[in-house]
């Protein structure tokens, strides 16, 4: 968990406070003072998270988090102090980096993993894509899956078969063994009379692009479903989606992760708003105090 405290931080005034509020009924200013201090941090760290302000010493998110925003929460652990935090594994990797990572190592062995015929383990990844924006909508976008202009134009033709699926992974009563010879369960894609719900795949000829943009967008399908981690299916978990294999058979490094440098945001974020929290205590101390 990736903490902040905000706090009188003093254990002579803590103790001196102590007795003035239990003999003057309180100070309101002075708690309410650290509590606005509390939720100034909080904004402050979510709207970098969401890439919306910059930090002192702090380089800018590659991928501005929604996610990463929502798990910096506050909580009261005392009459002066608050606890400004997040348990998301997101803002662990982004605070303190994370290590160079074989993929081909880790994930063919994972609980969602299978196995091929031949006794290979292997995992399906789903990578889910953003549309471009124009005139009349907004860019979306997940990370730096954003197709092109001319990708969106041909997957969102009327002509382009859309796939559907009919049974979450949580609720399917298909199941084969993950790499360790658990059962678990797979989504489905097949109607009540056996046929394919899979829809049209764009083609990377189907478009114009780089190489690279061909290569990576080759194979996109359009969900009009899909499914949450609860097993929820709905139009709302619908969207495009290109689907890749990490398997134990994959060549050496196919599937390396890149170490990923540490960014301190708490650091930075303490920075930025320490001064005007220390004015704000001390402007609540005084009002207390009729000075």
């Known amino acids: 968990m990736i903490r902040m405290e905000v706090t009188l931080n003093n254990s002579q005034l803590e103790e001196l406070l102590f007795f003035l509020r239990k003999a003057e009924g309180g100070l309101p200013n002075t708690e309410n003072a650290m509590a606005v201090g509390a939720g100034k941090i909080q904004s402050v760290w979510q709207n970098y998270a969401l890439g919306n302000k910059r930090l002192p010493g702090v380089a800018a998110l590659k991928n501005p988090s929604k996610k990463y925003?929502?798990?910096?929460?506050?909580?009261?652990t005392g009459p002066f102090e608050h606890e400004i935090y997040s348990e998301a594994e997101i803002a662990d990797w982004i605070e303190n980096?994370?290590?160079?990572?074989?993929?081909?190592?880790?994930?063919?062995?994972?609980?969602?993993?299978?196995?091929?015929?031949?006794?290979?383990?292997?995992?399906?990844?789903p990578f889910r894509w953003g549309t471009p924006g124009d005139k009349k909508n907004q860019r979306v976008g997940f990370g730096n899956n954003v197709m092109t202009a001319g990708a969106y134009y041909q997957i969102s033709k009327k002509s382009f078969g859309a796939s559907r699926v009919t049974a979450s992974p949580v609720n399917s009563d298909y199941q084969t063994p993950?790499?360790?010879?658990?059962?678990?369960?797979?989504?489905?894609?097949?109607?009540?009379?056996?046929k394919s719900t899979w829809g049209?795949?764009?083609?990377?000829?189907?478009?114009?692009?780089t190489v690279e943009q061909k290569t990576r967008m080759n194979g996109m399908v359009r969900f009009e479903n899909g499914f949450d981690k609860n097993g929820e299916i709905g139009k709302r978990y619908g969207g495009y989606f290109t689907f890749r294999v990490i398997s134990a058979d994959s060549p050496a490094n196919s599937w390396i992760k890149p170490a990923e440098p540490a960014y301190h945001v708490t650091r930075g974020v303490k920075e930025y708003t320490e001064d005007e929290i220390i004015l704000m205590a001390?402007?609540?101390l005084k009002k207390d105090f009729g000075l």
Request: cysteine-free.
């Open 97 to 125: 980096g994370t290590e160079e990572l074989d993929m081909k190592k880790t994930h063919p062995y994972g609980p969602r993993s299978r196995v091929s015929n031949e006794g290979v383990p292997y995992l399906i990844i």
């Open 282 to 284: 001390e402007e609540g």
């Open 178 to 194: 993950n790499a360790k010879g658990d059962m678990v369960g797979r989504a489905q894609y097949r109607d009540k009379n056996g």
């Open 69 to 76: 925003a929502e798990s910096i929460r506050t909580k009261p």
């Open 200 to 209: 049209s795949r764009l083609r990377g000829s189907d478009f114009s692009g």
